[in-house]
């Protein structure tokens, strides 16, 4: 058996990121980024990989360029698509309450 969902998400990254990074954060929180599932995956990729990458300077002394890799091999596994149609779907519902 070679299933990879965990916890109710495509994967074990997917379901970690969006616990670890988008936890509370709301289609409003998205300045200005269409609800289109494509778009928001692109900014929530592009966002996660700031807050992760942020304080990494490649030309400080303790940079390990091992840990990137790792991290954006993590990264390559997050379902982005699907953080994205979770966050519509909640905001779908929100509206209607």
């Not at 700031?50 to 991290?71: G, Q, R």
Request: proline share 3%.
């Amino acid at each position: 058996m070679n299933d990879k969902t965990y916890n109710g998400w495509s994967n074990y990254a997917t379901w970690r990121v969006n616990l670890e990074v988008f936890d509370g954060m709301t289609l409003e929180d998205l300045n200005n980024v269409e609800i289109e599932p494509y778009e928001i995956g692109q900014y929530l990729k592009d966002y996660a990989e700031e807050c992760i990458f942020l304080e990494h300077n490649p030309n400080s002394p303790k940079y390990c360029n091992l840990i990137e890799d790792y991290a954006r091999a993590f990264l390559s596994d997050v379902n982005w698509y699907e953080i994205a149609e979770h966050m519509i779907k909640d905001h779908i519902e929100e509206k209607q309450e």
